[in-house]
């Protein structure tokens, strides 16, 4: 037996260019309201897709006078997301609420969660957040989720853990609504890990042409000399002298500097900017930084998802994204939570009045109520 599944709604703010909005969207949430103050951002979001309600607007004004004016119909959102930056609070030796953040943006975020009270929201950031301040700002937020009525769990996880041939970590908060908690009755799970790691060599064929950073000469020179999944390391000392300047006698890896990828391995974060010194991804093959495309395929961007602006403003905006692929499996997993209080209402419309025999009415109604038998019948 089969039931159609029904789409789940998202807001998403702090949408740049579309990274965790289109990981939601290809996990099935149906994206209501995008809101990014970035007009290049904005521009993109718009090329690649012209039916959503994309505003482009400062979040604190946003929050100010409110969201629901700009949704066409007052249904219920499901699903609040998005990525606000990381910014500590003043403490004054007290246990911080909602208001205590205000002049931050995590406060406009929190405003929101609390006009709109979706049934869940999804909230990443770097993965620093969870030791910024030994970990109160961290706290902070968490207990401001809670004050606004919300159940919250968080966890780092690695994109490479989710198809995606980069390692990058990031901080995905996730808050359920307290009567949808009551209702389900369960903890929500974050995805499971794949089985299969993708390295560079998985991703980065056939990539379509684009523009693409170039390195000065004199970084040209230096890594030339280095092999692929090298570094600085492997420069003739001379030259690695000169290169590292002063960080050459000091302790620590630091194996960024002068980095060459190998096919064979996952790339390391994207970065915004991909031609800055110590933090080097070159070509496994050639001596260069990878381009428009290449990065986006790292980020698991389709080819069809166009960016707009300037070729630093392309790297910027891909930089600054989740990676799809990841967003989708966290999107997937926060609809199997949801869908489990719609497997609950299905059950509660079951009409088993036409059993006379008490207990085949007991057995079919355990039947119907097992996880599993619910689970069958939500599957397309």
Wanted: glycine share 6%.
């Amino acid at each position: 037996m089969k039931i159609d599944r029904r789409k789940y709604s998202v807001i998403e703010l702090f949408a740049g260019a579309g990274g965790l909005a289109l990981g939601l969207e290809q996990a099935g949430f149906d994206t209501k309201l995008t809101v990014e103050i970035n007009k290049w951002a904005n521009r993109t979001l718009k090329k690649n897709r012209p039916n959503w309600n994309i505003i482009q607007e400062d979040i604190t004004q946003i929050s100010k006078h409110g969201i629901k004016k700009y949704l066409k119909d007052n249904q219920e959102i499901d699903l609040l997301s998005g990525g606000y930056p990381c910014q500590s609070f003043s403490y004054a030796g007290k246990k911080l609420g909602l208001e205590d953040t205000r002049g931050t943006l995590f406060w406009d975020f929190a405003k929101i969660l609390k006009e709109i009270k979706p049934k869940m929201f999804l909230a990443e950031n770097v993965k620093g957040l969870v030791t910024h301040d030994k970990g109160r700002t961290l706290q902070v937020m968490l207990d401001v989720f809670r004050e606004v009525g919300y159940s919250v769990t968080y966890k780092v996880l690695n994109s490479l853990d989710y198809g995606v041939a980069q390692k990058r970590h990031r901080v995905f908060i996730i808050g359920i609504r307290d009567d949808i908690r009551e209702k389900i009755n369960e903890d929500y799970t974050f995805p499971s890990p794949y089985k299969k790691k993708l390295v560079l060599r998985d991703v980065l064929k056939d990539v379509p042409t684009s523009l693409c950073a170039v390195y000065n000469e004199k970084k040209r020179e230096v890594l030339k000399y280095v092999p692929a999944g090298g570094c600085w390391r492997d420069l003739p000392d001379d030259i690695a002298r000169e290169y590292m300047k002063t960080t050459y006698f000091m302790n620590g890896g630091r194996t960024g500097i002068a980095r060459r990828l190998s096919w064979d391995e996952a790339g390391l974060t994207v970065l915004c900017t991909p031609s800055q010194k110590q933090t080097e991804r070159c070509h496994p093959d050639e001596i260069r930084p990878f381009s428009i495309r290449e990065n986006a395929r790292i980020q698991s961007f389709p080819d069809d998802w166009i960016f707009e602006g300037s070729m630093a403003e392309q790297y910027k905006q891909i930089g600054n994204a989740v990676p799809v692929n990841l967003a989708k499996e966290v999107g997937l997993s926060i609809i199997n939570y949801l869908d489990k209080l719609e497997g609950k209402k299905r059950v509660r419309r079951y009409n088993l009045s036409f059993i006379s025999d008490i207990n085949i009415f007991n057995h079919v109604k355990e039947t119907i109520e097992k996880p599993t038998f619910i689970k069958a019948i939500t599957l397309k």
